[in-house]
């Protein structure tokens, strides 16, 4: 078995490390951020992500895991580095590299044995070399034996773990075939398809895959759009679609348009990739303009229905950008909340995991402890996120303690027509009004 160590201990970076360690691989995690180490030397979890926290738990008991803020030691005897650091966007959609520029130099300043390092950031095209001459340069001729690999991750927030153990292919990128090949050796006993490439094709998969991914659903959301002004129903139209074989069931469900750490900030990258080498990147800037309207459409519908956001009370179910997370990047329910506190109307708000994070965000959201509280009266009633708690709720009692009527499903969960039989004036993605 390896001995690796995983530099970043975000999403991706704490994912991966722990999960190698699962599969038998000795693993130390590598930050520069002493209170998150500490944190998870404590046993505490700095991110919510089911069934991480006990898969951390086990594999440190075992002894195969381990936390640390020191290059020289986590480096010392490592077979191999990833770089799993973080890639925000900047303004112009370009992406942030000074982290992975750090871990880069930091290799390069502790390297004393021969490694292969390991991209696992979603980093533009042309990175992989780019690390490479890093290391390179800082080491002039006396540098150690090294091979840079790319191996975009293709892990899923809520479902991280699972994905990670059960991937539907490892893609792997180099100038050197035998480093890479020793990288797909790691991931031998999950028995998953491999495919070996050169570098920048390698980190070309990862964006293509989540820009369509993206395009996918933006499209259903602009076939909601379509289909409210003609009344039909979205829902049972991506169901049709999807029965046929080309196109599939899967990111065709209408809503309020997709958030997070990897969609927005990919798609905006690869369109800024592709602008700066003057190509057109159309549908790319298309598919991010339909996910911003499908916000601003859901405050528009609120208004309407309300005759005016001024002194309204508004409830909202779900912060978080999807379930199962805590992560608030780029969540659609902050967007829409700025625009319902721009034009008057105070937010209450429940979240199962995200309220500390989204308070910090926004103070003027008050906050609640469950779904009916959040319901107490509001004039509306808004889902933005679809956690499993919110599938079943007392809609008498959340009728009870509303002062209006209105209610917005915002990723139709909920049957409208029952919702309209028992009095609520229902808005769905896409979906005709109730008779």
Not at 114 to 138: C, F, H, M, R, Y
Not at 167 to 194: C, F, M, N, W
Not at 285 to 309: C, F, P, T, W, Y
Request: aromatic share 6%; proline share 5%; net charge negative.
């Amino acid at each position: 078995m390896a001995k690796i160590c995983v530099i970043g201990t975000g999403y991706v970076g704490l994912v991966t490390g722990t999960c190698f360690s699962d599969i038998g691989h000795q693993v130390v995690c590598l930050d520069i951020d002493e209170s998150r180490i500490k944190q998870l030397q404590k046993g505490q979890m700095p991110i919510y992500e089911p069934g991480l926290e006990q898969v951390i738990e086990q594999n440190v008991r075992a002894g195969r895991l381990a936390f640390s803020t020191n290059y020289r030691e986590s480096l010392s005897g490592a077979d191999f580095a990833f770089i799993a650091v973080g890639t925000p966007s900047s303004d112009d959609g370009d992406a942030d590299m000074q982290y992975v520029k750090k871990a880069a130099i930091s290799i390069a300043e502790h390297l004393d044995h021969p490694i292969i390092i390991v991209n696992k950031s979603t980093v533009p095209v042309g990175t992989g070399d780019w690390v490479a001459e890093i290391i390179q340069d800082l080491n002039s001729q006396d540098v150690p034996e090294f091979s840079v690999v790319s191996n975009p991750e293709f892990l899923r927030e809520g479902s991280a773990v699972s994905d990670f153990m059960n991937p539907d292919r490892v893609v792997l990128g180099s100038t050197d075939p035998e480093a890479a090949q020793k990288v797909a050796d790691l991931y031998e006993t999950l028995r998953a398809p491999i495919m070996i490439t050169d570098l920048r094709t390698a980190e070309m998969i990862k964006y293509a895959s989540n820009a369509f991914l993206a395009a996918r659903i933006s499209f259903i959301n602009e076939m909601a759009t379509i289909c409210e002004s003609l009344g039909a129903d979205v829902r049972q139209v991506a169901k049709g679609m999807g029965m046929d074989k080309r196109i599939g069931p899967s990111f065709l469900e209408a809503g309020l348009g997709w958030g997070g750490s990897c969609f927005p900030k990919d798609v905006k990258a690869l369109a800024h990739m592709a602008d700066t080498r003057g190509a057109h990147p159309q549908l790319l800037q298309a598919v991010m303009d339909i996910n911003h309207n499908q916000r601003i459409s859901a405050v528009k519908k609120l208004e309407q229905a309300l005759g005016s956001l001024r002194g309204r009370l508004i409830g909202v179910l779900g912060l978080s950008f999807k379930p199962n997370t805590d992560d608030i990047r780029d969540a659609p329910s902050l967007d829409i909340i700025r625009m319902l506190l721009d034009g008057g109307a105070e937010v209450q708000a429940f979240d199962p995991q995200a309220m500390a994070a989204s308070k910090a965000e926004i103070p003027q959201i008050i906050l609640c402890d469950n779904p009916y509280a959040v319901a107490e009266g509001v004039d509306a009633l808004l889902l933005a996120t679809e956690w499993n708690e919110f599938k079943s709720l007392d809609f008498q009692r959340i009728k009870n303690n509303m002062r209006g009527d209105v209610i917005l499903d915002g990723r139709n969960i909920w049957d409208e027509q029952d919702l309209h039989e028992m009095g609520f004036t229902y808005m769905g993605i896409g979906v005709p009004e109730p008779k």
